[in-house]
């Protein structure tokens, strides 16, 4: 038996099936199925956890969820971009909305009317992303239908976003049958506010049963690019002392989260001190690029997935032209190399990051020639930066004014290179030790080369450097972590010296294992 599913997400109920029969989904009946689940029944059975989650296309978009909902067990990645206008979460108040639970019309008519705006401009501004949008009910899913329909008679040349036979079409539908969707875009409708009168009644429907977070769980976490979402109400028309469920209490929450950003996603939020220290290496890289008039942020991210250091434009805000990553602690880490240097780089590329690699030694060992490469690498960031990126736009505003800057940067930089005076260091004849110890400068010309020393940068060694039977015990570590299929060894007396490492893993020095295949 196999049982696949999320336990923090809904299962069946019955909550709108019961209250479409009165078209009122502001009741006080007290649905307890959204608290059972077949995953919960399963608890003692063995189990494992997907944990990486690589759909979300701005951080953002889980860091919520994966601090309130999954304890940070998640595995996010970070955005080349902040907090920026249709990308991430957001929140667009809507000052002269009311909600009517039981008058005509029913629901929040003037929410919903900018909902039906929001999809419009949408559509206008970003037609090759697909958009859904999402209620807490279906009186107010049935509100916004209206608003919607009233446009499309207004504006028929938009019809064809609307076909119904797309991929990825767009929709309108209450939280209780959008589990499974996503697109690019959602607007997330929460209909409740204050009433004619100005009263604030504490009941969020579906949100104030059992389960209601799971429900919530399910609206903020279906879009890749941008949650919209849109309210009539403030995080302190929202009073916790009279609610008793977590749902309300958690929207109170996601609410403060989509105004001001990550500082108020919750007093769950730890950081892992481990991912906080940040070697002597790292340090030296920063202090290095702030020396050159660089804005630098480190251990940009929110889970345990951090660009070690994230350079940013000069010009335009919360968008980084250059993720840095060195062999620090966090690379280190990962258990192995698939992890730090494949699957994660390649995610991290699919997010939009301009990825440059500094390793430790040839810091070390030429640090002038790396410092070039690096500031080489951050300018052509800067020139090559185009917003709007695979068809999406941030600012036209700011598009014109970033092409005239990237201009006088590459005149700059085609002139310093005419000059042959590409960049000035201090000491350019001496190598960087800085990141150091007096201690380990102390030793002698070449250390032993272990994996603990290599991590803690004890060594002054490079594996190019060291003779090959030296780095044996090195191999034999690597193998039994890693545990590849067979090897590939280029010198056939190390091949030889290697055939006792494990005798399940083919040793070659031909490139390929007899019969193996391919392997790692």
């Excluded at 090759?128 to 009186?139: D, E």
Aim: contains cysteine; charged residues 30%; proline residues 3%.
């Amino acid at each position: 038996l196999i049982i696949a599913g999320d336990r923090h997400q809904l299962p069946p109920t019955n909550f709108f099936e019961v209250q479409s029969q009165d078209d009122d989904f502001d009741s006080d009946e007290i649905d307890t199925s959204a608290g059972n689940s077949i995953l919960d029944e399963a608890i003692f059975l063995p189990n494992r956890e997907l944990l990486w989650h690589y759909r979300s296309r701005h951080e953002n978009l889980i860091a919520f969820s994966n601090s309130n909902i999954y304890k940070n067990n998640l595995v996010t990645f970070p955005a080349p971009l902040g907090k920026i206008e249709n990308w991430g979460v957001e929140y667009i108040y809507v000052e002269n909305g009311f909600y009517n639970g039981k008058n005509t019309p029913k629901g929040n008519p003037i929410e919903a009317e900018k909902i039906a705006e929001m999809v419009f401009t949408h559509i206008k501004d970003f037609p090759n992303r697909s958009l859904g949008v999402i209620t807490f009910g279906v009186v107010q899913e049935e509100a916004i239908e209206s608003a919607i329909n009233k446009k499309r008679k207004e504006n028929p040349e938009y019809e064809s976003f609307f076909a119904e036979d797309k991929q990825d079409a767009f929709f309108v539908k209450s939280l209780e049958n959008v589990q499974g969707d996503e697109r690019d875009t959602i607007i997330f409708g929460i209909g409740y506010g204050k009433d004619l009168n100005g009263k604030m009644s504490m009941r969020f429907g579906p949100l104030s049963m059992v389960g209601g977070e799971r429900r919530l769980n399910v609206a903020i976490t279906r879009a890749k690019y941008n949650v919209k979402l849109v309210g009539s109400i403030l995080p302190t028309d929202i009073d916790t002392s009279r609610i008793s469920q977590d749902g309300p209490k958690l929207l109170k929450k996601y609410i403060e989260f989509a105004m001001n950003g990550w500082e108020n996603v919750s007093e769950n939020t730890e950081t892992d001190d481990y991912f906080e220290l940040s070697s002597p290496f790292i340090d030296a890289v920063y202090d290095f690029l702030l020396e050159n008039g660089y804005k630098v942020e480190k251990n940009v991210g929110f889970s345990d997935c951090k660009i070690d250091l994230a350079v940013k434009h000069p010009d335009l805000e919360d968008v980084y032209v250059l993720g840095i990553q060195c062999d620090g602690e966090s690379y280190c880490s990962n258990r192995t190399s698939r992890d730090r240097d494949r699957l994660k780089t390649d995610i991290l590329k699919l997010m939009g990051w301009k990825l440059h690699k500094i390793w430790s030694p040839s810091w070390s060992k030429d640090c002038v020639f790396e410092k070039q490469k690096l500031i080489k690498a951050i300018e052509n960031g800067i020139i090559n930066y185009k917003e709007g990126e695979n068809d999406e736009k941030i600012e036209d505003s700011q598009s014109s004014k970033n092409i005239e800057i990237s201009k006088n940067r590459r005149e700059e930089l085609e002139n310093l290179e005419k000059e042959k005076i590409l960049f000035h260091f201090q000491n350019e004849e001496k190598e960087d030790k800085s990141f150091i110890s007096e201690e380990d400068k102390s030793k002698e010309e070449i250390a032993e080369f272990t994996f603990e020393e290599y991590k803690t940068y004890k060594t002054k060694a490079l594996i190019s450097e060291t003779a090959i039977f030296d780095l044996i015990p090195q191999f034999e570590k690597i193998v039994e972590t890693e545990k590849p299929s067979f090897l590939i060894v280029l010198d056939s007396l190390a091949s030889s010296s290697l055939d006792n490492v494990n005798k399940t893993i083919q040793i070659t020095d031909s490139g390929i294992a007899p019969g193996s295949g391919i392997g790692n």
